[in-house]
């Protein structure tokens, strides 16, 4: 079974500046990645996904995430912060024929102006 | 746009009730899936239906049981709620059966908040 390590609970950062998420995975089988935003008090949606390919991907809200399979991480990027982004994410990941996810713990940004 | 809706925001019952849980999505989906989330324990899969009444056990189904009579709906339910049963309950669809190495996005609703006094 895969499992999935978010290494910081909690990020707090300012508005305008960088934020990094960590993100490690282990498996014994090639994986599919995946990280989730979830606003207070909604559902999650989905920020990107790398599923093959390129190992950087972009996604939605100016997020960027590197897949380094040496290193078996999948971390989330964003070069400049703004209050909206405060959430929490969670990064996922499944095997290949799978469409079952397994989670990490999650890690709530919290923007500071 | 995909929409999964969930019946209840929030919910109060107390221990020893029968409770329902309702999940409807509008995509025409396969796949529901009926997760908890836990601070400090992120999502964990409680179960999941690939097609009308199919259902395989998640990764904690102790406790619950689900039932899909139609394709858009998706019902969890806890046969004897207990308070280690307080939650926020995800209920999530996806298309596709993962045949071909292909998975596509789960899309979730916006939770149900589960208080068992």
């Known amino acids: 079974a895969q499992s999935v390590t978010q290494l910081d609970s909690q990020v707090p950062v300012f508005e305008e500046a960088p934020v990094e998420l960590r993100c490690n995975y282990s498996?014994?089988?090639?994986?599919?990645l995946f990280w989730y935003v979830q606003y207070p008090n909604q559902g999650l949606q989905l920020l990107l996904k790398?599923?093959?390919?390129?190992?950087l991907v972009k996604g939605i809200n100016g997020f960027e995430a590197e897949f380094n399979k040496s290193q078996t991480s999948f971390h989330l990027r964003k070069p400049s912060v703004h209050i909206s982004d405060t959430a929490e994410y969670f990064c996922?990941?499944?095997?290949?024929?799978?469409?079952?996810?397994?989670f990490g713990a999650g890690t709530t940004v919290t923007v500071r102006a | 746009d995909v929409k999964v809706t969930q019946s209840s925001r929030y919910l109060v019952k107390r221990t020893g009730e029968k409770v329902f849980l309702e999940c409807v999505q509008d995509?025409?989906?396969?796949?529901m899936f009926w997760y908890r989330q836990d601070p400090g324990l992120g999502l964990r899969l409680i179960y999941f239906?690939?097609?009308?009444?199919?259902?395989e056990k998640g990764d904690i189904p102790e406790g619950y049981s689900v039932s899909r009579e139609k394709k858009e709906r998706f019902s969890l339910i806890l046969e004897s709620a207990s308070t280690n049963q307080t939650s926020m309950y995800l209920c999530?669809?996806?298309?596709?059966?993962?045949?071909?190495?292909?998975?596509?996005?789960?899309?979730f609703g916006p939770g149900t908040r589960l208080t068992v006094l």
């Open positions: 995509m025409d989906h396969e796949n």
């Open positions: 996922a990941v499944s095997k290949f024929n799978d469409y079952k996810l397994s």
């Open positions: 239906s690939y097609d009308v009444k199919m259902k």
């Open positions: 790398y599923l093959s390919g390129s190992t």
């Open positions: 498996s014994s089988v090639s994986v599919y």
């Open positions: 999530a669809s996806s298309t596709g059966t993962g045949v071909g190495g292909e998975i596509d996005t789960q899309y």
